[in-house]
């Protein structure tokens, strides 16, 4: 038998960070000796939404689902002992992209780095921000600005660097079908290299450069064949978009290069055991076919649904990559599907379903319209609402939640306490005092930092012109501005954004039949109304903090209208104080916090506290989210009335109890209604 070339492994990664630059930087170190061959970065919120840790919105946020980066000296701690000349780092940030960049460059240079060299990726990717993972900060045409910006500068000086790594990846977590996944996420990709090609500043032929530095993120469900032909078709596409509409000739930098994280939607608190084969069978869908296997995976750890993953989990992980790629024969063939009439029936299927979607959203102006217009957004809350509706039928089965729910005890989560990491409370403080500390000390020795003032006066300067904004970033990299300054900055040049939330225009996703379970919720609703000599039960669906996970609080608004409710939803990222201001001034019969962030232990308090304090303690507080058991007690003891986590399926039900509570909350008699 002859020797067959092995296909080289692809980048495996662990996404990773959490409490502070120290404590991460241990841990970079730590799974790199296990043989990890890329780094992840998972930054805190504040970090993501350009917030320095001690603002108002940080609070119960700083550290918990990433690491706080605010100025050069975190960046320098971070990556100590790690030279980055050698390393190829990953970075998920998208609005405070460019900033984390040049924090990054700027400590390169420090370790000697020769910053050509210098190999990774920056997320970078704002309208998936606007549609799902909500830590966008600008409107759309400076956001995409700054993309821009970002992608001409790293052709020129960082030419090995991935300045955006277009992400579908949150897309399916909101709901996104497969050809929604990628019809959105090419018209991401459209938009971002019309914007180049527009700005002027990369000459005609070197668009070829910038086409091969877009990379793509993508996600992997558990229906692994249909997964595997969306990258097949993904493949495809891009090929023809970027040979046909940009004149791209050259085939190597027409290759669609993506790199995944398998699906956390899926994964469940209920037997969370069943998420270690999930994760696998989503990871085969991206790496069987030689011809659209990912050159970078990550792969989440089977108990993110009940909190934050700890090294040995995430090391659990990693050895799932390693086992595939060193002890199968997997990397020893070609590709495996080619000549199957199956799958090529599959893809030829979804690249014309995908392009007739590509057309409709170019015909509205492009991405950047269809999203302010929020015709992306309410098809994502659309698609999502029908995928929860299919599963509360029984339609759509989940081992361990609708279906095989008996199980025996399980031992990885006898002690729940140490089943997960939890963040010491006490890290934010420590934080706030650090950065204090660096505000008030980066002028001196051993910094010698020059004053950050002019350097954020020529930031504004070039953000209200035309030139690129990375140098005068740079600038203020250089000089010790924070992070909330960098932000703060653009933010009184440009304006913030505050995207549509899709719930309103939603279609009706479970029908309200005569005898269905929603058609009993509903009776409940309107007999709990005529008792109050009320219209319609107001209930406000709320997001404190900054947390921007907004799909559970839109299917929870989306079916409590459906049920009857008049519902109050602003959005995201708003203050305990707002929301209670919200609740008094629309008169509402109930409060819904949702929360997957971990803040809920401080924000959640606060809002109970703040309704005792208007007298208002009728009023109903429900919490949702990925609460451990533990803080559920506590947040229960503290006066919430309810709280659901993922567990809590079916959404009708807690529409239900939510009724319960509001009749209990006014002393009104419980109902029986008849289903």
């Given at each position: 038998?002859?020797?067959?070339?092995?296909?080289?492994?692809?980048?495996?990664?662990?996404?990773?960070?959490?409490?502070?630059?120290?404590?991460?930087?241990?841990?970079?170190?730590?799974?790199?000796?296990?043989?990890?061959?890329?780094?992840?970065?998972?930054?805190?919120?504040?970090?993501?939404?350009?917030?320095?840790?001690?603002?108002?919105?940080?609070?119960?946020?700083?550290?918990?689902?990433?690491?706080?980066?605010?100025?050069?000296?975190?960046?320098?701690?971070?990556?100590?002992?790690?030279?980055?000349?050698?390393?190829?780092?990953?970075?998920?940030?998208?609005?405070?992209?460019?900033?984390?960049?040049?924090?990054?460059?700027?400590?390169?240079?420090?370790?000697?780095?020769d910053?050509?060299?210098?190999?990774?990726?920056?997320?970078?990717?704002?309208?998936?921000?606007?549609?799902?993972?909500?830590?966008?900060?600008?409107?759309?045409?400076?956001?995409?600005?700054?993309?821009?910006?970002?992608?001409?500068?790293?052709?020129?000086?960082?030419?090995?660097?991935?300045?955006?790594?277009?992400?579908?990846?949150?897309?399916?977590?909101?709901?996104?079908?497969?050809?929604?996944?990628?019809?959105?996420?090419?018209?991401?990709?459209?938009?971002?290299?019309?914007?180049?090609?527009?700005?002027?500043?990369?000459?005609?032929?070197?668009?070829?450069?910038?086409?091969?530095?877009?990379?793509?993120?993508?996600?992997?469900?558990?229906?692994?064949?249909?997964?595997?032909?969306?990258?097949?078709?993904?493949?495809?596409?891009?090929?023809?978009?970027?040979?046909e509409?940009?004149?791209?000739?050259?085939?190597?930098?027409?290759?669609f290069?993506?790199?995944?994280?398998?699906?956390?939607?899926?994964?469940?608190?209920?037997?969370?055991?069943?998420?270690?084969?999930?994760?696998?069978?989503?990871?085969?869908?991206?790496?069987?076919?030689?011809?659209?296997?990912?050159?970078?995976?990550?792969?989440?750890?089977?108990n993110?649904?009940?909190?934050?993953?700890?090294?040995?989990?995430?090391?659990?992980?990693?050895r799932?990559?390693?086992?595939?790629?060193?002890?199968?024969?997997?990397?020893?063939?070609?590709?495996?599907?080619?000549?199957?009439?199956?799958?090529?029936?599959?893809?030829?299927?979804?690249?014309?379903?995908?392009?007739?979607?590509?057309?409709?959203?170019?015909?509205?102006?492009?991405?950047?319209?269809?999203?302010?217009?929020?015709?992306?957004?309410?098809?994502?809350?659309?698609?999502?609402?029908?995928?929860?509706?299919?599963?509360?039928?029984?339609?759509?089965?989940?081992?361990?939640?609708?279906?095989?729910?008996g199980?025996?005890?399980?031992?990885?989560?006898?002690?729940?306490?140490?089943?997960?990491?939890?963040?010491?409370p006490?890290?934010?403080?420590?934080?706030?005092a650090?950065?204090?500390?660096?505000?008030?000390?980066?002028?001196?020795?051993?910094?010698?930092?020059?004053?950050?003032?002019?350097?954020?006066?020529?930031?504004?300067?070039?953000?209200?012109?035309?030139?690129?904004?990375?140098?005068?970033?740079?600038?203020?990299?250089?000089?010790?501005?924070?992070?909330?300054?960098?932000?703060?900055?653009?933010?009184?040049?440009?304006?913030?954004?505050?995207?549509?939330?899709?719930?309103?225009?939603?279609?009706?996703?479970?029908?309200?039949?005569?005898?269905?379970?929603?058609?009993?919720?509903?009776?409940?609703?309107?007999?709990?109304?005529k008792?109050?000599?009320?219209?319609?039960?107001?209930?406000?669906v709320?997001?404190?903090?900054?947390?921007?996970?907004?799909?559970?609080?839109?299917?929870?608004?989306?079916?409590?209208?459906?049920?009857?409710?008049?519902?109050?939803?602003?959005?995201?990222?708003?203050?305990?104080?707002?929301?209670?201001?919200?609740?008094?001034?629309?008169?509402?019969?109930?409060?819904?916090?949702?929360?997957?962030?971990g803040?809920?232990?401080?924000?959640?308090?606060?809002?109970?506290?703040?309704?005792?304090?208007?007298?208002?303690?009728?009023i109903?507080?429900?919490?949702?989210?990925?609460?451990?058991?533990?803080?559920?007690?506590?947040l229960?003891?503290?006066?919430?009335?309810?709280v659901?986590?993922?567990?809590?399926?079916?959404?009708?039900?807690?529409?239900g109890?939510?009724?319960?509570?509001?009749?209990?909350?006014n002393?009104?008699?419980?109902?029986?209604?008849?289903?």
């Amino acid at each position: 038998m002859t020797e067959r070339q092995k296909d080289r492994p692809w980048l495996m990664r662990t996404y990773a960070g959490h409490s502070t630059a120290e404590a991460s930087n241990e841990l970079y170190r730590r799974n790199l000796a296990k043989g990890q061959t890329g780094l992840s970065v998972a930054f805190d919120l504040p970090t993501q939404t350009g917030y320095d840790s001690d603002h108002i919105l940080a609070r119960g946020e700083v550290g918990r689902v990433g690491v706080p980066i605010a100025h050069v000296g975190d960046m320098r701690r971070l990556f100590q002992d790690i030279p980055l000349e050698q390393m190829n780092t990953s970075m998920t940030i998208n609005a405070t992209a460019m900033w984390l960049l040049a924090l990054y460059q700027v400590v390169a240079e420090e370790q000697g780095a020769d910053i050509t060299k210098l190999q990774g990726t920056t997320q970078n990717d704002i309208v998936k921000e606007y549609l799902s993972r909500g830590t966008h900060v600008f409107p759309p045409g400076p956001s995409l600005r700054l993309t821009t910006d970002m992608i001409a500068y790293t052709v020129s000086h960082i030419p090995k660097w991935n300045p955006i790594n277009i992400c579908s990846y949150h897309l399916q977590e909101a709901g996104a079908t497969p050809v929604q996944e990628i019809a959105y996420a090419m018209s991401t990709a459209i938009a971002v290299l019309d914007a180049v090609r527009d700005s002027g500043q990369v000459p005609q032929e070197r668009m070829g450069d910038v086409v091969a530095r877009i990379s793509f993120f993508v996600n992997a469900g558990v229906r692994f064949v249909e997964e595997m032909c969306k990258m097949r078709a993904f493949g495809r596409i891009w090929d023809r978009i970027t040979r046909e509409r940009y004149g791209i000739e050259n085939a190597k930098q027409r290759r669609f290069r993506y790199g995944v994280q398998v699906n956390s939607l899926g994964l469940t608190e209920a037997q969370p055991e069943n998420n270690v084969q999930r994760i696998v069978l989503e990871m085969l869908a991206v790496t069987l076919s030689k011809d659209a296997r990912a050159r970078a995976v990550q792969l989440p750890a089977w108990n993110e649904a009940l909190g934050l993953p700890r090294p040995w989990d995430q090391q659990w992980s990693l050895r799932i990559q390693q086992v595939l790629a060193y002890e199968s024969d997997l990397l020893e063939y070609e590709d495996i599907f080619e000549g199957s009439k199956v799958i090529e029936a599959k893809v030829d299927r979804l690249v014309e379903e995908s392009f007739a979607e590509i057309d409709r959203i170019q015909e509205m102006g492009g991405a950047m319209a269809a999203v302010e217009s929020g015709y992306l957004k309410s098809q994502l809350v659309s698609s999502h609402a029908e995928r929860r509706g299919r599963i509360e039928s029984g339609q759509e089965k989940i081992i361990g939640v609708n279906i095989f729910e008996g199980t025996e005890p399980n031992p990885l989560t006898a002690d729940l306490d140490t089943a997960i990491q939890t963040v010491d409370p006490a890290v934010e403080a420590r934080v706030i005092a650090g950065l204090e500390q660096w505000r008030d000390s980066r002028y001196q020795p051993p910094f010698n930092h020059p004053r950050p003032c002019k350097a954020l006066e020529r930031l504004k300067e070039a953000a209200r012109g035309n030139e690129n904004l990375m140098e005068a970033t740079l600038e203020c990299a250089r000089a010790g501005a924070t992070t909330g300054e960098w932000a703060g900055a653009l933010r009184e040049v440009f304006g913030e954004f505050r995207a549509p939330t899709g719930v309103s225009s939603a279609p009706v996703a479970v029908p309200v039949e005569e005898g269905s379970a929603l058609a009993v919720v509903r009776h409940k609703v309107d007999l709990t109304a005529k008792d109050l000599n009320v219209g319609k039960l107001r209930f406000l669906v709320g997001k404190p903090g900054l947390d921007g996970h907004s799909n559970g609080a839109e299917q929870i608004a989306v079916r409590a209208r459906d049920a009857g409710f008049e519902v109050v939803y602003q959005g995201i990222r708003l203050t305990p104080e707002q929301i209670v201001d919200a609740a008094l001034a629309e008169d509402v019969h109930a409060v819904g916090l949702s929360i997957l962030s971990g803040s809920h232990a401080q924000l959640v308090p606060d809002v109970l506290e703040r309704l005792r304090v208007a007298g208002a303690t009728d009023i109903p507080v429900i919490a949702g989210g990925i609460i451990p058991n533990g803080d559920a007690e506590q947040l229960r003891e503290a006066g919430v009335a309810a709280v659901f986590t993922p567990k809590d399926f079916d959404i009708t039900g807690i529409i239900g109890r939510i009724v319960d509570e509001i009749r209990k909350a006014n002393k009104l008699d419980p109902l029986e209604v008849p289903a």
